[in-house]
């Protein structure tokens, strides 16, 4: 683990400040369940790893329980929260309303010749995740292409409060992908936003949307069957069911 978080903090700029490194590495390892939903962190371990003090891990650890990353228990400790089906619910609600309102945008206003080029260029290289499986490539990509919609309308505000508000959202997307969301069905969503967008049709590029920010909806109950531990209540839920099947 420790390997892997000081690969994270490699990969953050030195021009930011310690809190926020340690914020972006946490929240990152979080997301792609390095650390995972009921662990325990300990303050200590954490600065040492990093060789930093404990002040900023532990601003860290207000961040990410703002978030709704982690649990800070008072005298207990601070432990990764499971992932709560609600909030990734509500995170998907925010999101679609956020996204239907930029996409809708790019196609009425139209999009230059340059950001449709780039979101060309992301697509093709979300193609040439598929067959290396190059999940943790493909998920950085994505979040590239969501990105690159929202700034390309001038929508810089609107990006950032669907980061504020996603992430348990991207929690399971991160589980979904490849087993219960497919890689390719998700760039041939990517791809339909985009042709609908060039097209200047506002209610295409809307229904394509619409039906991308539906995927989790489909995905979601599959990875609280296989996943009861990771999700909140679900491993008693599922204790339960087979008691009464046992009955």
Known sequence: MNTTLKTLWHETSDAESVRQRLYQVLRQSI????LAPGQALSEKEIADT???????VREAF??????G????RPQRGT???KISQRAVLEARFVREAIEVAVVRSAAAKGLPRSDLAELHELLDRQRRCVDPHDFDRFYRLDE???RTLALAVGQQAAWKVTQEVK?????????SVPDTTPIPRLIEQHAAIVAAIEARDMEGAEQAMRLHQSEILKSLPTLVQRFPEMFEGASAQSANDGQHALG
Do not use: G, K, T, W
Request: hydrophobic share 50%; aromatic share 14%; glycine share 0%.
């Open 31 to 34: 997301i792609h369940m390095v």
């Open 69 to 72: 990353l982690v649990e800070v």
């Open 62 to 67: 207000i961040r990410l329980s703002e978030a």
């Open 50 to 56: 990093f060789n930093v003090s404990r002040q900023p």
């Open 79 to 81: 432990y990764v929260v």
């Open 167 to 175: 992430a348990q959202f991207d929690r399971v997307r991160y589980l």
């Open 144 to 146: 590239d292409f969501h």
